[in-house]
């Protein structure tokens, strides 16, 4: 069974940092593209970043392109999201995500996913 652990949201000023982590549970990590979300109330979930299971690709959304970095360490079991330069619009819940190994459907389609952690908070204060 899969499960996913989100930590290191929290409460940031504009122009700040953070790092988030999703720690995985069971087999084939190693073989799973693995993505962030996130749904800030009111609003749809909306894709963020997404890694391949080897780590060589990487995926963004327009909006945090250039600002946020997604990588993995397979050896931990864990995708990283690195968020620099943060705006107040990027205050949501920020969802890990997986699906089944060796699926590289469409990486920004929230309904390709099978898996999700439970969400960590990151609120940016203007």
């Known amino acids: 069974q899969v499960q996913l652990v989100e930590s290191g949201g929290g409460l940031v000023q504009a122009g700040g940092s953070l790092r988030l982590s999703c720690a995985y549970s069971?087999?084939?990590?190693?073989?799973?593209?693995m993505g962030w979300f996130r749904q800030a109330p009111g609003k749809e979930r909306e894709f963020v970043a997404a890694i391949s299971w080897s780590g060589d690709n990487t995926y963004y959304a327009d909006s945090v392109q250039g600002r946020f970095t997604i990588s993995r360490d397979n050896a931990k079991n864990t995708v990283y999201l690195r968020m620099n330069s943060l705006k107040p619009e990027d205050t949501a819940a920020y969802y890990c995500?997986?699906?089944?190994?060796?699926?590289?459907?469409?990486?920004?389609?929230?309904?390709?996913?099978?898996?999700w952690g439970q969400g960590t908070q990151v609120t940016v204060s203007s």
């Open positions: 995500a997986t699906r089944r190994p060796y699926y590289s459907g469409a990486y920004g389609a929230a309904d390709e996913y099978n898996y």
């Open positions: 069971g087999r084939t990590f190693s073989s799973r593209v």
